[in-house]
């Protein structure tokens, strides 16, 4: 990886990363602390700067074509949703976590997309991911908002984007998130960049190619990327 235009105390990795290396003096890796709650790695006295050059080993990353490909060594009870709170593991909790006041339009929705389906959380996973894929939403860089509500709600901007049907990433992402923990699918949001990397060929990251996609948890397989916005990452 080379630096050659952001300065940021958060320290660029590619998915899945398990080492970082030095590949330039002015890089020094142990600056950087290494967050496994966020799964990022930070630091409180450094910042990338132009000419940093560094190497990331990373693991095989989990993607749902693999995880489907797998899925008949994959016990029942690793795919089974997690709606009693009684039985959520701990580890799990902070990712199912939702408060109180919901709007009741997230919840049934994303009970109406299930409807009788298996409790199948991957399965139930990419259905939910359909219907956002459907081609019924628009992506649209313009917040959804509707008049009279609180802008800085998080929960009524989603209803607003459920009725409009339009909105970015964020707001793709992070509905997902929701209605996916309101079935009882662990859930986490990522915010990254995305891109088309060729084979041997050196890619360019941009700024412009910032994005934010919901990743769920499957026991066995670990975290797994989907991907609700309209021509986003991989569609």
Request: aromatic share 10%; net charge negative; charged share 20%.
């Amino acid at each position: 990886v080379t630096i050659d235009g952001l300065i940021s105390e958060w320290l660029p990795l590619p998915q899945a990363a398990t080492r970082v290396t030095s590949k330039s003096e002015s890089f020094d890796p142990s600056a950087w602390v290494w967050a496994e709650s966020s799964a990022t790695a930070f630091s409180d006295s450094a910042i990338t700067r132009r000419g940093d050059i560094y190497s990331v080993e990373v693991a095989a990353p989990v993607s749902r074509y693999w995880a489907l490909s797998v899925l008949d060594q994959i016990s029942p009870e690793s795919l089974a949703l997690l709606t009693d709170p009684a039985a959520v593991p701990v580890e799990l909790a902070p990712y199912l976590a939702l408060p109180d006041q919901i709007p009741e339009v997230l919840t049934e929705t994303a009970h109406h997309i299930a409807g009788g389906a298996e409790p199948d959380r991957l399965a139930l996973a990419i259905q939910l991911e359909s219907y956002f894929q459907s081609g019924e939403f628009v992506y649209d860089e313009a917040a959804p908002y509707t008049p009279g509500t609180d802008r800085d709600n998080p929960y009524s901007v989603m209803e607003a984007f459920l009725t409009e049907k339009r909105g970015f990433c964020v707001h793709f992402a992070s509905t997902y998130a929701v209605m996916a923990r309101s079935l009882g699918i662990p859930t986490r949001l990522a915010v990254g960049y995305a891109v088309n990397a060729a084979d041997g060929q050196p890619t360019a990251v941009r700024g412009r190619e910032l994005h934010a996609w919901p990743e769920i948890y499957v026991e066995e397989l670990g975290w797994i990327p989907m991907e609700p916005t309209p021509g986003g990452a991989g569609m």
